[in-house]
């Protein structure tokens, strides 16, 4: 009876002392190296992007930080890891739209829910998409594609990244916008489509605008609109799909910061003002700019912003997986 009477009472001290423990862990916080989990292979747009940003917090933050690629199942392994870590502030996830939105969507047992399992830190950039075609095809203008493949019984191919990937769905939505009779052609990685681009295997690619910039440029391709909300100070020659005439036609691919759901809210405050100075870099602003990136502004840097611009996200693609016929496996 002593013995349990004296249990009972270390048990209330220990009740009483962990919100002290708790709030004194957070006060020192961070007191040891964060990790970046980047769920994709070495040198993709999110990796470079945490890389560039993990440089540059780092010194406010007064710890390292460890760039860590956990690449598989189109980013399911990595953000699992993360969601299923402890949500003490040192363990984060680089989150983009396969690992957030569309992978998600598209698995019918999915590992994590990225709505209930991650709270939204910060998004780190934007970079929006375009519609290149070959040189060869007779087409200088979107208006010009939509009329071809009309004219076409086959119709004009396009590829992209993969089937239910973050190119697919916007294509999905142009062609019922439009009518156009664009066969999706789907590769391994939107790096894979431009080969075959090159060599006029495939009439267009629909890509994130710095990985065929220089195809641009160089005259081996053509790029026909951007899908961004305004022209992109890299190709301002180029119109957006909203002055084609698709108003509020917006598709691009984010690169953002996610904390496990319980991260304590000063952390992620602590976070979101690293990043929110960092964004002001000039030497981040002009890095992001060379390829094509958007820097986060006003509620790209905050939890409220962040979780509704990932509603809407989530449904224009809930809309084009269900256009594209696209059921979850």
Known sequence: MIRSEAGRR???????????????????WPARPLRFIVPFAAGGNSDVTARLFAARITGRLGQPIV??????????????????SRPDGYTLLIGSPGSIVNGPLLTAQPRYDPMADFTPVALL?????????????PATTLAELVALSKSRPEGVTVGTSGTGGANHLPLELFKAATGANLVHVPYRGGGSTLPD???????????ELPSVLEIHREGRGRILGVTSARRSSLVPEIPTFIEFGLPGFLAESFVGLFAPTGTPEPIVRTLQAAITEAATDPEVLARLA??????????????????????????????AIAIAGLHPE
């Open 10 to 28: 270390r048990l209330l001290l220990l009740g009483t002392a962990l919100p002290l423990l708790t709030a004194q862990a957070e006060a020192r």
């Open 67 to 84: 760039v860590e690629n956990r690449s598989g199942a189109t980013g399911a392994i990595g953000s699992e890891a993360v969601a299923r």
């Open 125 to 137: 950039g934007r970079v929006p998409m375009v519609i290149i075609v070959r040189p060869g095809l």
């Open 197 to 207: 681009l090159l060599s006029g295997n495939v009439d267009g690619v629909l890509i």
């Open 290 to 319: 060379s390829f094509g990136a958007e820097p986060p502004v006003g509620d790209d840097l905050s939890t409220p912003g962040i979780v509704a611009y990932l509603q809407g996200e989530m449904t224009k693609a809930r809309r």
